[in-house]
């Protein structure tokens, strides 16, 4: 089944203590995204990567970083991570040359 | 880049068409106009989009006025499994890479 996969779906975390939510897609997809969602915002990108070893920001890019070592996945990361980063996170994945966005499941993340 | 202006909510009898409206009165002209929805938290879904002509697929039909100031989705039987957030999205020409979503419409199907 094509899918985007993320993981984990759930985090409760502390500030200043790295994380990593991880994004993988099996449909052999170029350009992968992720965005945050907060209530009254809509969805706004965080980053973005045409394919491997390209990445670039999108709009609200401080604080994350992203890379793109295999086609498959993007992992985005936290370092450090604050409690303005609580949000509902959402990766996406698109073939190059067409115009619909597949988007995962969802990763909800506290920081406390 | 064209920013858009849904209405917050609206609500539609079970069995009855849904007409979406959208503002994008900036819109340029090579940019396009996309829908998605969301629901309840889920990740967003691709519902159509369109650059000037009328579209229509299997889950809905896309108008889009003749000076493209504005835009209609039309569910044309809508169901409970329809009530969503339902966003309309105008692509960045110059940056195909970079989709803005905005607040979207509730839209609550009601039996």
């Known amino acids: 089944e094509a899918q985007v996969t993320q993981n984990p779906r759930y985090l409760i975390t502390v500030t200043g203590k790295k994380l990593t939510v991880t994004c993988s897609q099996n449909m052999n997809h170029e350009y992968m995204s992720w965005y945050r969602q907060d209530p009254g915002l809509g969805l706004r990108q965080i980053y973005y990567s045409m394919n491997v070893e390209v990445t670039d920001k999108g709009d609200v890019p401080e604080g994350y970083k992203v890379s793109r070592k295999e086609k498959r996945n993007f992992p985005l990361i936290l370092e450090s991570p604050s409690p303005n980063q609580t949000s509902l996170y959402f990766c996406?994945?698109?073939?190059?040359?067409?115009?619909?966005?597949?988007f995962g499941p969802g990763t909800r993340l506290t920081v406390l | 880049d064209a920013k858009t202006t849904q209405p917050t909510s609206m609500d539609c009898a079970e069995g009855r068409a849904a007409n979406l409206p959208c503002n994008h009165s900036?819109?340029?002209?090579?940019?396009?106009v996309y829908w998605y929805r969301q629901i309840h938290s889920q990740g967003p879904q691709y519902i159509i989009h369109g650059l000037k002509n009328n579209e229509t697929n299997e889950m809905a039909s896309l108008i889009i006025t003749e000076d493209r100031k504005s835009s209609t989705l039309i569910l044309p039987h809508a169901t409970l499994r329809d009530t969503a957030v339902y966003y309309c999205?105008?692509?960045?020409?110059?940056?195909?890479?970079?989709?803005?979503f905005g607040s979207g419409t509730k839209l609550n199907v009601k039996p």
């Open positions: 996406a994945s698109r073939r190059v040359g067409t115009d619909t966005q597949y």
């Open positions: 900036t819109i340029s002209g090579n940019e396009y």
């Open positions: 999205i105008v692509r960045v020409a110059y940056d195909f890479n970079k989709f803005y």
